[in-house]
Every structure is written in structure tokens, then in C-alpha cells.
């Protein structure tokens, strides 16, 4: 039975029970030990973090292998992360980096763990790094573009979760009052386009963030002895390693319930 949960199993649990994930896919990858087959985007994400800090993927597949072409050259999109893994050395140079840990396993309190992809001095002060590889840099509408991630009233709470869940974890690991979160988000599309976002999180979440783990464990328990229920969909089972399977997957579109009303309800 799980006593700590990852910000990505607290993140699968909020979408199954929005029926926005499988639970027999969640069960398998985050309970069962089921390693998923990484998308090509993801792979392009792992071989960049393993060059640029030679961080593995932490739920295994060994060691990342590039993209090549019959030259023997690598395909354009990891050439262009070749670039960014030479841009995260220069960040590191220029804001004064020091790497204490590179995915550290024991990343754990009370009910949180995570695997922080770098634990590092900057500048002398402890903070957490996490790098993403995104197409979606300068995307302010999608759920996983970086601008305005923290828009007072859409704030991307899919991104979000992850630096408080770190810095939850790190200022009680650490006992500091406060250490800071930052993501280095590097352009899959443009070489020389990259960002670093620190997050701020108001003191009262995290009250908020502790109070959804332990409701999130007892959800867990009680799903565990009632069953997960499968929630398919045409898009979520067409990339299911259960599919062959699974008496539940979804060959054919299902019907999508919209209601509209021309009047303003108060
Ligand atoms: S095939 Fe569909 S219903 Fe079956 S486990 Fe996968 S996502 Fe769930």
C-alpha cells in the first residue's frame, strides 16, 4: 500500500478520477511496476537530460540512445539538443552552479517523495533544477506550454504541482524555510531558446498540498480494494501497451456530451 506519492501518481489520480485517465493504466504503471514505452517526445526529453547531467530516466529503460540518420549523424531534433546540452553547461557557468546530487532517490517527507532531477548550489544557495525539453516554450494556451503558467485565474496546475511538491519536500527534508524551485526549460524546436522559471508558492498551499496527499492515499486505498475502473477512450487506448489485452479498450470514437444554452444562468 502506497505511503508516499510522487507529484506524477498524485497528478494520474486527480485525472482518473476526472475520468481523464485509465485506472487499469495507472494501476499498472505506478502500482504494478509496468514500464510504459516512452513517446519519441520523452525520448527526445530523456537523451537530453542524460547528456546534458547524465541523469537516467527514472523509470528505467537504461540509457537514452539518439535519433541517427544512415550518415550516422543525428536526426535534426537531436542536433538541435546537442546545442541545448552546450546551453545548459553555459547556464550552469553563468548563474554559478554547483551540483550536489542528480536524481536522488531518497527525495522523501511525510507523505511526498519525488526525484529531483538536480539538487544544486546556486550561487551557494540550496535550490532544486528540473529540466524540461518542450516544443511548447512560448505556448500560452496549451495545458503544457510554458508562458503564463501561473495565470491567477488558469493557472497550469499540472506544471505547478511539481514545484510545490518539491519545494514541500525540500524545505522539510532540509529544514529551510524556503528553497527554491526551478525549472530550465530548453526549446526542442529552437536551439538557442531557453528559460528559467523560478516558482514562488504561497506559504498557504502548502497546508493545501498536504491535506490532498493524505486524501489522496485514502482515495488510493479504498480504490485498491474496490478495483480501479478502466475509463477508455479512443485516444487513451490507441496508445496503450494493455490494449492487445484489455476487454475494455475503445476501437471506435464514443459519443461526446456538450450542452449549450444561449442564457446566463445565475
Ligand atoms: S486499453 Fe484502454 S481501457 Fe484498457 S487499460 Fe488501456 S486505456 Fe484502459
Same mark, same amino acid.
Request: proline residues 5%; hydrophobic residues 35%.
Given at each position: 500500500?502506497?505511503?508516499?506519492?510522487?507529484? @506524477?501518481?498524485?497528478? %494520474?489520480?486527480?485525472?482518473?478520477?476526472?475520468?481523464?485517465?485509465?485506472?487499469?493504466?495507472?494501476?499498472?504503471?505506478?502500482? /504494478?511496476?509496468?514500464?510504459?514505452?516512452?513517446?519519441?517526445?520523452?525520448?527526445?526529453?530523456?537523451?537530453?537530460?542524460?547528456?546534458?547531467?547524465?541523469?537516467?530516466?527514472?523509470?528505467?529503460?537504461?540509457?537514452?540512445?539518439?535519433?541517427?540518420?544512415? @550518415?550516422?549523424?543525428? %536526426?535534426?531534433?537531436?542536433?538541435?539538443?546537442?546545442?541545448?546540452?552546450?546551453?545548459?553547461?553555459?547556464?550552469?557557468?553563468?548563474?554559478?552552479?554547483?551540483?550536489? @546530487?542528480?536524481?536522488?532517490?531518497?527525495?522523501?517527507?511525510?507523505?511526498?517523495?519525488?526525484?529531483?532531477?538536480?539538487?544544486?548550489?546556486?550561487?551557494?544557495?540550496?535550490?532544486?533544477? /528540473?529540466?524540461?525539453?518542450?516544443?511548447?516554450?512560448?505556448?500560452?494556451? @496549451?495545458?503544457?506550454?510554458?508562458?503564463?503558467?501561473?495565470?491567477?485565474?488558469?493557472?497550469?496546475?499540472?506544471?505547478?504541482?511539481?514545484?510545490?511538491?518539491?519545494?514541500?519536500?525540500?524545505?522539510?527534508?532540509?529544514?529551510?524555510?524556503?528553497?527554491?524551485?526551478?525549472?530550465?526549460?530548453?526549446?526542442?524546436?529552437?536551439?538557442?531558446?531557453?528559460?528559467?522559471?523560478?516558482?514562488?508558492?504561497?506559504?498557504?498551499?502548502?497546508?493545501?498540498?498536504?491535506?490532498?496527499?493524505? /486524501?489522496?492515499?485514502?482515495?488510493?486505498?479504498?480504490?485498491?480494494?474496490?478495483?480501479?475502473?478502466?475509463?477508455?477512450?479512443?485516444?487513451?487506448?490507441?496508445?496503450?501497451?494493455?490494449?492487445?489485452?484489455?476487454?475494455?479498450?475503445?476501437?471506435? %470514437?464514443?459519443?461526446?456530451?456538450?450542452?449549450?444554452?444561449?442564457?446566463?444562468?445565475?
Amino acid at each position: 500500500m502506497a505511503n508516499q506519492l510522487s507529484q @506524477s501518481v498524485l497528478k %494520474a489520480l486527480r485525472d482518473y478520477i476526472d475520468k481523464k485517465e485509465c485506472g487499469l493504466k495507472l494501476k499498472a504503471q505506478y502500482f /504494478d511496476g509496468m514500464i510504459m514505452p516512452p513517446s519519441e517526445a520523452q525520448k527526445l526529453g530523456q537523451w537530453f537530460e542524460y547528456k546534458a547531467t547524465g541523469g537516467l530516466p527514472p523509470y528505467g529503460g537504461g540509457v537514452p540512445q539518439a535519433k541517427t540518420l544512415k @550518415s550516422g549523424k543525428l %536526426a535534426t531534433s537531436y542536433a538541435r539538443m546537442e546545442e541545448q546540452v552546450k546551453n545548459f553547461h553555459t547556464l550552469c557557468k553563468k548563474y554559478n552552479v554547483k551540483i550536489l @546530487s542528480i536524481g536522488d532517490e531518497k527525495f522523501n517527507y511525510g507523505q511526498a517523495k519525488g526525484t529531483p532531477d538536480i539538487v544544486a548550489e546556486i550561487d551557494g544557495e540550496l535550490s532544486i533544477i /528540473d529540466l524540461k525539453a518542450s516544443g511548447l516554450i512560448r505556448d500560452k494556451w @496549451s495545458d503544457f506550454g510554458w508562458e503564463d503558467i501561473a495565470n491567477p485565474y488558469k493557472p497550469k496546475v499540472k506544471i505547478l504541482t511539481q514545484a510545490m511538491h518539491y519545494k514541500y519536500i525540500a524545505q522539510n527534508l532540509y529544514g529551510k524555510e524556503d528553497v527554491p524551485f526551478y525549472f530550465w526549460v530548453f526549446s526542442t524546436t529552437n536551439p538557442s531558446d531557453h528559460r528559467i522559471i523560478r516558482v514562488e508558492i504561497d506559504e498557504d498551499d502548502y497546508a493545501l498540498h498536504e491535506r490532498e496527499l493524505s /486524501d489522496a492515499i485514502t482515495f488510493l486505498e479504498k480504490e485498491q480494494k474496490r478495483g480501479f475502473k478502466a475509463h477508455p477512450s479512443l485516444q487513451r487506448c490507441s496508445g496503450c501497451p494493455l490494449a492487445a489485452k484489455c476487454p475494455h479498450a475503445a476501437p471506435v %470514437a464514443e459519443v461526446e456530451v456538450v450542452y449549450y444554452s444561449s442564457q446566463i444562468t445565475t
